[in-house]
């Protein structure tokens, strides 16, 4: 049923799900839509707020790292496309690109999207909302007398 649906109806199909409460239908929704369109940012947002709403931290950071990990490997392939098609003056466009700190040593951008820096804003978040979660101790189920 996923595998016909648009992005576009993924992403509506999990808000519906949502709404119903049925949260592991809404994941998968989402899921679908990110294995099909691995840097569709609507995607990873919406996990991210299930994520985070259920307190599950640890999926969330993993979820934000492979998204960072995704539009990464997008910038990397289009960089090589780039470079295949311009040859001539790929190796001299990057140098000037570094030494005008436009691009890192990996030959990432230094100035991220503005959705790049909230998921790392979001990272350390999580990361300290897991750690805290980590560190509260577990209420006994056993009751006292």
Known sequence: MASKLSLKELIEQGLSLEKEGEFREAVKS?????????????????LMILF?????????IDLIGQA??????????????WEKDHSGSADISLKLAKSMGLINEKGLPVHEEPQVLAWRKRLETARKKLATQSNKPQKSSVKKK
Do not use: G
Not at 53 to 59: D, F, L, N, P, W
Not at 68 to 81: G, K, M, P
């Open 52 to 60: 985070r709403r259920q307190k599950e931290y640890k999926k969330e």
């Open 30 to 46: 989402y899921s679908a839509a990110i294995k099909r369109a691995p840097t569709y940012s609507a995607a990873y947002n919406r």
């Open 68 to 81: 960072l990990q995704s539009y990464e490997q997008e910038i990397a392939d289009e960089r090589q496309r």
